[in-house]
């Protein structure tokens, strides 16, 4: 064979068997990376299960509500100076803002009266 030949195809295989073991070591740094954010998935998966088991718990019984709706003022006893006492609370918004509970109840009536 050509001498010339020769050291090219020499030539030739060696990058070739650099390459690949380029590829080798880029594989195995990929299949350790995916193993890492396996472990990061997995613990941030556990770490959800468990949040979820504390807002299903909280949303059965005794839950705990910051405020029930968008900024704004809310009264304990707003009608108490009309006269008016009940066990309820006044939360004076525009029509379609919504009103979030911490747990179940029965709304007991909605009105209109003038006065906001």
């Known amino acids: ?23 080798q070591q880029l ?26 088991k504390q807002e ?7 839950g705990i509500l910051f405020y029930p709706t968008t900024p704004g003022f809310f009264f304990p006893n707003f009608n108490q100076w009309r006269g008016y006492r009940h066990k309820g609370i006044d939360i004076p918004r525009k029509t379609g803002t919504p009103i979030y509970v911490a747990e179940d109840g029965v709304v007991g009536g909605k009105r209109w009266n003038g006065a906001m």
């Open 1 to 23: 064979m050509n001498l010339r030949i020769r050291h090219n195809l020499e030539a030739s295989q060696k990058r070739l068997a650099e390459t690949k073991q380029k590829q």
């Open 27 to 52: 594989l195995q740094q990929s299949k350790q990376e995916i193993d890492k954010m396996s472990q990061v998935l997995e613990k941030n998966q556990d770490e959800l299960k468990d949040l979820e």
């Open 56 to 62: 299903r718990k909280l949303s059965g019984s005794g």
